[in-house]
């Protein structure tokens, strides 16, 4: 008598080696080589959301908190990859909701305009490993915001292929207006391989911290009347989170980003210090792929959490 194999059971055998088998190989095996690959004519667009958290002191005494959160819309549009390689893109960020007037107790926010409808723009140079050759805006304090907040979060590839576990480190300068100068220290670590959306995508570790002090000595400005005054300006940004790259495609799907910074402020006159402040913020940062513009027409649009 011969014994039949169950249909259904054969189905499922089927299909468990077609799922394991995939399994297995949805993720590079061995070193992979990371590279931008954007074209010209294609646009990214990205979700922004922040929750940010202020603290003010004067004289080490607690002045205000503020806890407020912000919606934008990011998109990078590739202009063009010119000889050397390096592509030319437009970024830009608009503000579509903030909660800040929420906290109708500080006077100050009345004084304000609403930040929605705020349109920011800078046009970047990048390299394919993601080095960020220029960042350029008609506002000075604009394109330092630029290079100091979200530059240090942007990986600078290394030139040969690497495997999770792999460190690197980059240093750069950026100028601090109206004409000072400080070093971003920023370091990677090539974490692990993880499945997010539809995309297989390196999490790439970083952390990139930012010092400089400034002094305005007011003998330099005819327009103060008091001579003798002084003002220190010390200020330290630290950036740091993970960033989700899916390597075979070439583009940045995720990144979540707390940028921390402190600065602090000392006027003197005379040399004797008269006041003190300081102001914390915290802002931790999301941003997520959700939509891709090809230059033929193409749009695909992308639900990532």
């Keep these: 008598m011969t014994r039949r194999f169950p249909l259904w059971r054969l189905t499922l055998t089927f299909l468990a080696i077609i799922v394991s088998g995939c399994d297995r190989s949805s993720f590079s095996s061995g070193p992979i080589f990371f590279e931008f690959k954007q074209q010209p004519g294609d646009n990214y667009v990205y979700k922004i959301h922040d929750e940010v958290e202020w603290r003010a002191y004067r004289d080490d005494t607690l002045s205000y908190t503020m806890q407020h959160w912000q919606d934008q819309t990011s998109v990078m549009k590739f202009i063009r990859i010119d ?33 929605v409808g705020r349109l920011l723009e800078y046009q970047l140079r990048m390299r394919p490993n993601g080095e960020i050759i220029s960042v350029e805006n008609p506002s000075d304090r604009r394109a330092f915001y630029y290079n100091s907040s979200y530059r ?99 583009f940045v799907v995720k990144k979540v980003n707390l940028i921390s910074s402190t600065a602090k402020t000392k006027v003197r006159k005379a040399g004797v210090v008269q006041k003190r402040s300081r102001t914390e913020i915290r802002d931790q940062e999301t941003i997520t792929l959700h939509e891709i513009q090809r230059s033929g027409g193409e749009k695909m649009t992308y639900l990532i959490k």
Excluded: M
């Design 83 to 115: 000889s050397t390689a390096v592509r030319h893109l437009n970024i830009s960020f608009l503000i579509e909701r903030d909660s800040i007037y929420c906290a109708t107790e500080l006077a100050w926010l009345k004084k304000r305009k609403s930040p």
């Design 152 to 250: 240090p979060s942007q990986p600078v590839f290394p030139v040969k292929a690497i495997t999770p576990g792999y460190s690197w480190e980059l240093r750069f300068t950026i100028d601090v207006p109206p004409d000072t100068s400080a070093i971003v220290t920023s370091r990677y670590k090539f974490r692990k391989v993880e499945r997010v959306g539809e995309f297989d995508c390196a999490v790439i570790d970083f952390r990139g911290e930012l010092d400089y002090t400034e002094t305005f000595d007011a003998s330099n400005d005819s327009t103060i009347k008091d001579q003798s005054i002084t003002q220190e300006y010390w200020t330290r940004t630290v950036s740091e989170g993970q960033l989700y790259f899916a390597y075979r495609e070439g």
